[in-house]
């Protein structure tokens, strides 16, 4: 079956532009995470869902970024007001649980990044 | 304050060679995954551990979790070209969320 889908693969926003990325999860995983991942560096923890209930946002580096995922499905990573160091690689990923140690299936991310 | 501390950052080695990489804390882990990364992709888990003490093995790849379950380790047996990539480290606090907290990755390049 198809993977976790994200779009668009590659986007590059002038500073101060609003963006939005998407994330086509695995379907029927209850568990959506959203990371942010530096140029070689390991991914760091955003945010995630256990279907359309945001969880955890505490890895949101500011009021700027916004996640939602209304139906429990896709889910929409929306920046506003991009900065420079909002430039990086945005992987999600999705679970079929919400337990601790469940697999989780990345998607190839995109890669933003703000002039 | 990265929380799990994964070494070495860059690795080349020749085709062949054994190869170790570690990933410590000084926090307790439910459990501990390792991933491997390729350009342009994301992350493919490779194993999961949760007993302290465990160790599995996935065909030349060994990986081992810490008896208090701060720390673990990639052991490479006779490393080949294919094994280029980016290798992370990546531990659940706690078993009631999924919440992933990586290491800082090992870039690992094997010559041929």
């Known amino acids: 079956g198809a993977g976790v889908s994200q779009s668009p693969r590659y986007k590059v926003a002038k500073r101060g532009q609003d963006v939005a990325l998407r994330c086509d999860p695995i379907?029927?995983?209850?568990?959506l995470f959203w990371y942010q991942q530096a140029l070689g560096q390991g991914p760091e923890f955003l945010t995630y869902?256990?279907?359309?209930?945001?969880?955890?946002k505490s890895g949101l580096p500011s009021d700027r970024f916004f996640a939602e995922r209304p139906e429990g499905s896709v889910s929409t990573l929306k920046i506003q007001r991009t900065q420079q160091e909002d430039s990086a690689v945005y992987l999600c990923?999705?679970?079929?649980?919400?337990?601790?140690?469940?697999?989780?299936?990345f998607g190839p991310g995109t890669r933003l990044t703000v002039l | 304050t990265q929380l799990l501390e994964q070494s070495p950052q860059f690795l080349s080695i020749q085709e062949g060679e054994n190869l170790t990489v570690y990933c410590n804390s000084s926090?307790?882990?439910?459990?501990l995954q390792w991933y491997r990364q390729e350009p342009g992709e994301g992350p493919v888990l490779l194993v999961t551990?949760?007993?302290?003490?465990e160790v599995k093995k996935l065909k030349r790849l060994t990986f081992q979790f810490g008896d208090a379950r701060k720390d673990s380790s990639l052991h490479i047996t006779a490393a080949q070209p294919g094994d280029t990539g980016l290798y992370l480290c990546?531990?659940?606090?706690?078993?009631?969320?999924?919440?992933?907290?990586f290491g800082q990755g090992t870039t690992l390049q094997v010559k041929p």
């Open positions: 379907s029927g995983h209850v568990s």
């Open positions: 551990v949760v007993t302290g003490g």
């Open positions: 990923a999705s679970s079929l649980e919400l337990a601790g140690g469940r697999e989780q299936f």
């Open positions: 990546a531990g659940v606090r706690s078993s009631n969320t999924g919440k992933l907290i």
């Open positions: 926090s307790v882990f439910s459990s």
């Open positions: 869902f256990q279907n359309e209930a945001q969880l955890d």
